[in-house]
Every structure is written in C-alpha cells, then in structure tokens.
C-alpha cells in the first residue's frame, strides 16, 4: 500500500495525529480495495476531514478509545477533501450512509455494522466521542 499525502494545504499534522496511534492510510482507491477486498474480523475506518469544529474533537476522541482494552484488529483513514478519490472508494463501501465527515464506519468481515456521522462527533467533547467508539468496540470487539 502507499502512504502518503494529497494535495492542498499542510494536512500533515492531522495525519500524524492518526498515524502516530497506529491508524494506517489509504491515499489510493487500490489501498481502499485491498483492504476492503481481503475484509476479515474488526476494522475501523475513520474519515478525517480539516474541519476544527468536528475534526479536533474526532481524532482525540478515537486516541483515548484507543487506551480502551477492547478494539478493533484493523484500523484505516481516509482522508476527505484530500484523497478524493480514495474516500469516494471507501464511502461505496457504505453507501446506505450519506457522505459525512468526519466519521468513524466500524465494519466486521467487511460488512457495516455501525456509524458515528459527523453530527454525532461535532458540538461534542472528545470524551463523549470516545465514549461512542469504546461502546462499539464493546459491542462488535472480543
């Protein structure tokens, strides 16, 4: 898989903030359909976004689940409004869903199970964000 960064402004840091806790990139639609192609257990897949309302309460959100004992093998990120072509690619995947960001898509042996959509994460503290992700992992995560 190739991992790196679209065009437009300085994303890097929003990047990292997912990379640095071992959430791996998909940048290309051939990324998005290996992984979603070869599906097999618990995966999470986080649609990123530049948005500071929603965005800066998300990545945190997902960082503090991550301490959680229960979570999923496989985590992803695309990246909207960045990767297009590889959130389009990943959003078919889901498309019972309407396209929102960010957002997390829990899905088991490639099938969705569950959704936070953007409405569930903004105006919310990374906290309550993390409380939704952690109750999921419950729920789908052994």
């Known amino acids: 898989m190739q991992f790196g960064y679209g065009m437009g402004p300085d994303t890097s840091w929003m990047r ?5 806790i071992g959430v ?15 599906a097999k257990g618990n995966m999470l897949l986080v649609i990123n976004s530049v948005c500071g309302c929603a965005a800066g309460n998300a990545r945190p959100g997902l960082r503090l689940a991550m301490g959680h004992s ?3 093998e496989n985590i992803y990120t695309v990246f909207a409004g960045q990767d297009k072509e590889a959130t389009a690619r990943a959003r078919q995947y889901f498309s019972d869903f309407p396209p929102s960001s960010p957002a997390f898509a829990f899905f088991q042996d490639g099938e969705i199970k569950a959704m936070i959509p953007r409405h569930r994460i903004e105006g919310r ?3 309550e964000v ?6 999921i992992f ?4 052994s």
């Open 138 to 141: 419950d729920t789908f995560c």
């Open 16 to 20: 990292s903030e997912l990379t640095e």
């Open 24 to 38: 791996r990139e998909l940048v290309t639609v051939e990324d998005v359909d290996n992984v979603f192609g070869n």
């Open 130 to 135: 993390s409380d939704d992700l952690v109750m």
């Open 125 to 127: 503290t990374a906290q």
């Open 70 to 72: 229960k979570k999923p």
